[in-house]
T-cell receptor, first 116, second 112 residues
Framework: DGGITQSPKYLFRKEGQNVTLSCEQN?????MYWYRQDPGQGLRLIYY???????QKGDIAEGYSVSREKKESFPLTVTSAQKNPTAFYLC???????????????FGPGTRLTVL | KQEVTQIPAALSVPEGENLVLNCSFT??????LQWFRQDPGKGLTSLLL?????REQTSGRLNASLDKSSGRSTLYIAASQPGDSATYLC???????????FGKGTKLSVKP
């Protein structure tokens, strides 16, 4: 059964802690993305990766880090430097990256992170 | 800077009505436009993808149109059902990076 999985579904973090959100896909997609969703706002891009061992910052990368050691996996670490991390985090993937990709982005079910 | 706007922010209609959701974008140089559905607390489900060279796409009761020159897209839902209740998001693909720029969505409620 192909798709994108994110874990955990809910995550609670104490202030000052780093936490890592998991994203795995078995769609054989090249590109993977992390977005953040806040109430009343559109999704905003945190980081994206078009191939293994390569990634770029998105619009709101400060306080976050990523790695792309395997094609199937794109974990996101929310560090203590992120001032307001409470949000809904969505991972996505697409079949091909730039420059002329016309392909759809598919999304995982999301992880809701709450800072206590 | 590309900006995507969706109007209205919320819409309530009786079951069976045909409806139109609107999406506008400021930069017409897009690769494609995607419509998504999001149920509360869930991820996004892709509904329709329109390439920049296309004018419209259809899937079942859904029809999406694209007018690049005017920076507009519409999502038409025919014969609405209570199960259509969700937030609908429009997003355009940025050429140089491959990620999507999202609108804030239209929250649709279809009353039985």
């Amino acid at each position: 059964d192909g798709g994108i999985t994110q874990s955990p579904k809910y995550l609670f973090r104490k202030e000052g802690q780093n936490v890592t959100l998991s994203c795995e896909q078995n769609l054989n997609h090249d590109a993977m993305y992390w977005y953040r969703q806040d109430p009343g706002q559109g999704l905003r891009l945190i980081y994206y990766s078009q191939i293994v061992n390569d990634f770029q910052k998105g619009d709101i990368a400060e306080g976050y880090s990523v790695s792309r050691e395997k094609k199937e996996s794109f974990p996101l670490t929310v560090t203590s430097a992120q001032k307001n991390p409470t949000a809904f985090y969505l991972c996505a993937s697409s079949l091909r990256g730039e420059p002329l990709s016309y392909n759809e982005q598919f999304f995982g079910p999301g992880t809701r992170l709450t800072v206590l | 800077k590309q900006e995507v706007t969706q109007i209205p922010a919320a819409l309530s209609v009786p079951e069976g009505e045909n409806l139109v959701l609107n999406c506008s974008f400021t930069d017409s140089a897009i690769y494609n436009l995607q419509w998504f559905r999001q149920d509360p607390g869930k991820g996004l489900t892709s509904l329709l993808l329109i390439q920049s060279s296309q004018r419209e796409q259809t899937s079942g009761r859904l029809n999406a149109s694209l007018d690049k020159s005017s920076g507009r897209s519409t999502l038409y839902i025919a014969a609405s059902q209570p199960g259509d209740s969700a937030t609908y998001l429009c997003a355009v693909k940025r050429g140089s990076q491959g990620n999507l720029i999202f609108g804030k969505g239209t929250k649709l409620s279809v009353k039985p």
